[in-house]
């Protein structure tokens, strides 16, 4: 996809933010909802542009990472900071910076403003939630705040849309303004410093046209050089190579850090304590605290919402709402949306001849497209709830309650409604985990959601279940076998997902644990257009970038089962009895009494002549071709053949195999009818050598823990490969699951063929 | 000296200083746990960690061995 840039005949501002500040809500109240989103090359970092109209003025927005800080330790951090210096050509340099502060939380806030300030860029600040601050008693002096901080202070509530118009009259009256770099809130000693690094690494800089364009390197850089003790600054801005420079330049940081510490300004401590110190100063006379602090709504809710029985209760409560919900409410969505997609396969059958054309549209355009479609009601229930919780405050809260039982399998709290979400459908989950801001962390979380046993599972499990598993009960009826084998595919994919995640942090993604230090934000009720806008945000993102690739990969599975449409072959074998009971049937009355007979037999007809023409097409031969491979598995060809095309989405493995036994194409797995039929001639079905039964219950249990474990689901890729950035990930994904599935079905299998006889 | 991670429920104390120099302090410095402010342990996950702390008039949450990096003289 080609990244949007910025013309420069428009100004461009900047927005940045703590997390939990309502930066979305301001973005989308600023620039609407045409956005434009991308990602920046090489990171995983989300790039986001809107535009406005200034006064005529014509105006970019670009909507920069959540973050406490200013202070880049890796690539994704460092996006932030580049771009507020203007030193990525893709969004050009920057006009003016919106920074918005939580007025609830202002000390805290604050410190980033003081990094933004620094910068040396035009800035107006954003005041939001100035009606939780006055909930909680605080009375704050905007006034006093704009000039003790000598930008322009707006007083908004973003969910509401006040104060936008003032905001934009603000940043108007700022394009035409100086930027005035304010006096620095670090002791003189650490100011010294700075200035001699600076001076010392000028001639260096012109060396290197690469880095800089031959300009010394920007003072907030420095600043950062001498604070950042980690060493990513270092050989970002200097190089990883090592020049004559390099070892002065590494000597004369630690030489100057000593220095520091003699003088009682250690780094990094010193950045701290002077910018806090400097927002105390600012805070002066602006923030009128009431005597004693008032307990808000917000302090009961969070005592009962964390209090150790009641919290526990209330979020396992929470999370099966959501989960029932999720089910029960997008069930009629999906039934409807599956009745007209059939509806419409059949209209488009109809009114076409028969033929290569209308395959392709019937089979593989409407089909798998609208196999993947079926699942959208869910993900946009999904996508609703994740966005209640994030809105009114949950979220954190639920990390928080979860931390210490992921930490366990090396991960967050903030892993856990990703991948709980996981079990519904993948793709809300994977995008979910944009909270999660350790990249590592975030890879782990992707790269094992799929493991949970999502809803396209599901009618692969029940239907395999109900047809082989027998109906027996233990401990007194309280336990049904069937209930038990579908728990535990359940908790084999919980358990898969937990030992992958732990050996992925300790390889592939290994590195410290990421500190679990985050703000807990207060409850709010949340606002319904900004949860029903961040709904529709990511459904659209999902159908649109899923959509096309999708569509090809139906495409590509229908044309591997249609071709080659060897006519002859199959004509000459089945064509002339099919001819002859089409004859018959033209030739009886209507009401004629053998008609209902023949009819069937016509069906059964065309449904093996169907069957045929699968055969010996590409997927029929691949399936046999791959045969002697999914053998161990207890697999015959045909098995096989329909895991194939059930590549794009893994409950088409039903309809596929019903097409293979001769059911013809328009099975419904979700009907009690078409489920006894499938499992009729599963259960008839028998090895093209031996004439041996085919199924029993090591095969359908080895199916069934290859589709608990494998990456059947295109979409689920796209969406990794989306959010990753890079086509790195969703191959991994892909290979890693396969052979886990291969793996674990043929341990199934090859158990299940030596035990005693159930 | 006493550690943050030591503080029972409900008791409070004044950071005196942040332990090591690495990415987790560099974290609880900027999140506001700076020497001389006052902080207040409200409470803890139903798991027993992490921690729920209030300081500068907003709620943090820090784990055990994290809150372990704060030396504090309560109060």
Redesign the interface.
């Known amino acids: 996809m080609k990244s949007p840039t910025i013309a420069r005949s428009t100004i461009t501002v900047a927005l940045i933010g703590n997390p939990n500040t309502g930066k979305s809500t301001l973005f989308t109240a600023l620039a609407g909802v045409r956005q434009r989103v991308g990602n920046y090359p090489g990171v995983t970092v989300e790039k986001k542009l809107g535009s406005l109209h200034l006064s005529g003025q014509a105006c970019q927005v670009v909507d920069l990472p959540g973050t406490y800080s200013l202070a880049p330790r890796s690539p994704d951090e460092m996006v932030a900071v580049d771009v507020l210096l203007g030193r990525r050509a893709d969004v050009g340099p920057i006009d003016i910076v919106l920074s918005i502060v939580d007025a609830s939380n202002l000390e805290r806030n604050l410190y980033l403003v003081s990094q933004v300030l620094e910068l040396g860029v035009p800035t107006v600040v954003a005041l939001n939630m100035v009606d939780i601050a006055r909930a909680r008693g605080l009375a704050i002096d905007v006034e006093r705040l704009s000039t003790q901080l000598n930008v322009p202070v707006v007083e908004v509530q973003a969910n509401r849309h006040r104060g936008i118009a003032e905001l934009k009259a603000a940043l108007v009256a700022a394009i035409s303004s100086n930027s005035a770099v304010p006096e620095s809130p670090f002791p003189t000693e650490f100011q010294r410093e700075v200035t001699h690094l600076q001076s010392a690494l000028a001639p260096r800089m012109r060396d290197e046209e690469s880095t800089c364009g031959g300009e010394a390197m920007p003072r907030y850089l420095v600043e950062r050089l001498l604070l950042d003790t980690s060493g990513y600054l270092q050989s970002e801005l200097l190089g990883n190579h090592h020049s004559p420079g390099e070892a002065d330049v590494a000597a004369e940081l630690k030489a100057a850090r000593g220095r520091l510490a003699a003088a009682g300004s250690p780094v990094p401590a010193v950045e701290a304590q002077a910018r806090y110190a400097w927002v105390a100063q600012v805070l002066k006379g602006v923030i009128a605290r009431p005597a004693e602090r008032v307990t808000t709504r917000s302090d009961r809710i969070d005592r009962i919402l964390t209090n150790k029985f009641w919290g526990t209760l209330l979020f396992v409560l929470a999370m099966l709402l959501v989960f029932s919900s999720v089910f029960v409410a997008a069930e009629p969505a999906m039934k409807a949306i599956d009745a007209v997609i059939g509806k419409l396969g059949q209209a488009v059958g109809a009114a076409m001849s028969e033929g290569p054309l209308e395959s392709l549209l019937v089979d593989g355009v409407i089909g798998g497209v609208g196999s993947v479609l079926v699942f959208l009601p869910q993900i946009l229930m999904l996508f609703f709830f994740l966005a209640i919780l994030e809105d009114c405050g949950y979220m954190a809260r639920a990390a928080y309650l979860m931390d210490k039982l992921m930490v366990r399998v090396g991960l967050s709290g903030k892993s856990f409604i990703p991948l709980l979400s996981s079990f519904a459908c993948a793709i809300p989950g994977v995008m979910a985990t944009r909270v999660i801001e350790n990249r590592r962390d975030r890879l782990t979380t992707i790269l094992v959601a799929p493991l949970m046993s999502c809803s396209a599972r599901l009618p692969v499990y029940t239907v395999l279940i109900g047809a082989f598993i027998p109906r027996r009960t233990f401990a007194g009826g309280l336990l049904q076998l069937q209930g038990v084998t579908l728990f535990t595919l359940y908790l084999l994919g919980i358990v898969t997902a937990a030992l992958v995640a732990l050996v992925l942090k300790k390889t592939l993604l290994r590195g410290p644990t990421p500190p679990f230090v985050m703000e807990l934000p207060s409850y709010k009720w949340p606002s319904p257009s900004t949860v029903l806008y961040r709904m529709g945000e990511r459904g659209w993102s999902f159908v649109r970038r899923a959509g096309t690739l999708i569509l090809a990969v139906s495409v590509i599975v229908w044309a591997a089962s249609y071709y080659p449409h060897n006519a002859e072959v199959v004509e000459e074998n089945l064509g002339p009895e099919r001819d002859a009971l089409t004859a018959r049937l033209v030739q009886l009355d209507t009401g004629a009494a053998e008609r209902a007979g023949l009819e069937d037999q016509k069906a059964d007809m065309d449904h093996a002549i169907a069957a045929a023409y699968q055969r010996q097409s590409i997927l029929g031969r691949m399936g046999r071709t791959i045969e002697p491979a999914v053998r161990p598995l207890g697999w015959d060809w045909r098995i096989g053949c329909a895991v194939i095309a059930s590549f794009p989405a893994r409950e088409v493995v039903m309809g596929a195999l019903g097409v293979i036994y001769n059911l013809g194409k328009g099975l419904d797995v979700g009907d009690q009818t078409d489920q006894d039929r499938l499992a009729a001639r599963m259960h008839a079905a028998r090895w093209d050598d031996s004439q041996a039964l085919v199924y029993n219950i090591p095969v359908a249990l080895s199916i069934m823990v290859f589709f608990a474990l494998c990456a059947q689901c295109a979409s689920t890729l796209v969406v990794i490969r989306r959010e990753t950035n890079s086509w790195r990930w969703p191959a991994f994904t892909f290979i890693y699951m396969t052979a886990l599935a291969y793996l674990g079905a043929l341990v199934t299998y090859q158990v299940g063929m030596r035990l005693p006889p159930f | 000296m006493k550690l943050l991670a030591d503080l029972s429920v409900g008791s409070r104390a004044r950071v005196h200083?942040?332990l090591g120099?690495?990415?987790?302090?560099?974290?609880?410095?900027?999140?506001?746990l700076?020497?001389g402010?006052e902080v207040a342990v409200v409470?803890t996950?139903?798991?027993?960690?992490?921690l729920?702390l209030e300081l500068?008039?907003?709620?943090?949450?820090?784990?055990r061995t994290?809150a372990a990096r704060v030396q504090i003289e309560p109060l």
Do not use: N, Q
């Open positions: 200083s942040i120099a690495d990415e987790l302090s560099v974290r609880l410095l900027e999140m506001g700076t020497p402010v409470g996950a139903p798991l027993g960690d992490p729920e500068r008039g907003y709620r943090l949450s820090v784990r994290e």
